[in-house]
């Protein structure tokens, strides 16, 4: 009998981890979309012009999540929208939240006893244990992660406006 339960427990751990690490997934692609239309928008005054910017330069795959945060923080900074270094903040938070993408995309769940661990690789082997707390933790990052961003896609749009 304890077989059975313990089989179940795993199981529903599984189906858990399984849903919040869509919502990772789901979560940072939205952040990384809308990096990249800021990014666009910045850089291109044409309309007419935005598609081949966006097929020639933002969907291709050198234009990684990475590059996209490094390319907004040089934004946020050139344009006074936040201090240097409250973009170099922000932009380690995107970076976290783009690890933990990749971590439940790539990464390896195993069950040892009652608990359980996230194994991946980031310049070297990690192993997350994954409970509340792990997930708490996830959820306040990206919560404070689109709080900011949020505040700097009102700035920029007001910036914009001004300019115009």
Not at 21 to 46: H, P
Not at 75 to 86: H, P, W
Not at 114 to 133: G, S, V
């Amino acid at each position: 009998m304890c077989g059975l339960r313990e089989r179940r427990l795993v199981k529903e751990i599984r189906n858990q981890f399984d849903l919040n690490a869509k919502e990772v997934i789901f979560s940072a692609l939205a952040i990384e979309s809308i990096l990249k239309d800021q990014i666009t928008d910045f850089f291109v005054g044409d309309s007419v012009k935005i598609p081949l910017f966006r097929d020639s330069i933002i969907s291709t795959e050198q234009f990684s999540f990475a590059f996209a945060v490094k390319v907004f923080e040089s934004i946020l900074s050139e344009t006074n929208i936040m201090s240097e270094k409250d973009a170099k903040v922000f932009a380690e938070i995107l970076m976290k939240i783009m690890q933990y993408r990749n971590a439940v995309t790539h990464g390896r769940l195993v069950q040892e006893g009652e608990k359980t661990f996230l194994f991946y690789h980031r310049a070297k082997p990690q192993r997350d244990e994954i409970n509340d707390e792990y997930w708490k933790k996830v959820e306040e990052r990206f919560k404070h992660a689109h709080e900011i961003l949020d505040s700097a896609v009102q700035k920029l749009e007001v910036r914009g406006k001004n300019i115009e």
